[in-house]
Structures are given as structure tokens and as C-alpha cells.
């Protein structure tokens, strides 16, 4: 089992960054993809961003290409994201997600953890 640890949510104005973490424990995800997603208000649960096990290749959802970087750590099996030029629409719950099987490709991916979530709120 994976256990996912988000953390770095908050509060901030528009135009600011924020970085969120997400630890990872109970095995190691260094050959598993991880992506974050997000859930507003109302809304459902959208891809926000997936960066491949190796760490090579990086997707993100259009909304957030260019504002929004995922990388990580295999060593401190860990994954961030980095958001820069926060918009008020970008306010949600941010979800750390992992693979469910290792060594899988693809956009988005299948998954099989996720983290509880962590708050962004951004204010206009």
C-alpha cells in the first residue's frame, strides 16, 4: 500500500505562487507515475498534472500549462508542485495521486492512491 501526504496548500492572492508537496510512504514510488489532480466547489475532480516514474516526461492540463510545474524527488520519494501566477478559478482541494500498477505510461494514468487533499485558495 502508498500512503500520500499533501502538504503547502493556503491561502493567496492572485498573481502569487504556492508549492505543494506530497510525501509518500508505506513503499516507494520512485517506479510509479504520480499526477496531481483538483476538485472545486461543485465541481469534479480534474487533471491538474502528471510527471512519469523516471521523471522524464510531464504532462499538465491546458488550464495550467505554462503557470505550473510537477517534478520530484525519488530519493526523498516525494513529488511537488510548483504553481506560479495563481488565478482565483485555480481555488480548490489539490489531490497527490499515484499509480496503481508501476513502470505505467500515459497522460493521466491509472490510478490507485490518492493523498486527502490539501486546500488552495486563491482570493481576486
Known amino acids: 500500500q502508498v500512503q500520500l501526504v499533501e502538504s503547502g496548500g493556503g491561502l493567496v492572492q492572485a498573481g502569487g505562487s504556492l508549492r505543494l508537496s506530497c510525501a509518500a510512504s508505506?513503499?516507494?514510488?520512485?517506479?510509479?507515475?504520480m499526477g496531481w489532480f483538483r476538485q472545486a466547489p461543485g465541481k469534479e475532480r480534474e487533471f491538474v498534472a502528471r510527471?512519469?516514474?523516471?521523471?522524464?516526461?510531464?504532462y499538465y492540463a491546458e488550464s495550467v500549462k505554462g503557470r505550473f510545474t510537477i517534478s520530484r524527488d525519488n530519493a526523498k520519494n516525494t513529488v511537488y508542485l510548483q504553481m506560479n501566477s495563481l488565478k482565483p478559478e485555480d481555488t480548490a482541494v489539490y489531490y497527490c495521486?499515484?499509480?496503481?500498477?508501476?513502470?505505467?505510461?500515459?497522460?493521466?494514468?491509472?490510478?490507485?492512491?490518492w493523498g486527502q487533499g490539501t486546500q488552495v485558495t486563491v482570493s481576486s
Open positions: 495521486a499515484a499509480d496503481r500498477h508501476p513502470y505505467s505510461g500515459g497522460t493521466v494514468g491509472d490510478i490507485g492512491y
Open positions: 508505506g513503499r516507494t514510488v520512485s517506479s510509479y507515475g
Open positions: 510527471i512519469s516514474w523516471r521523471g522524464g516526461s510531464t
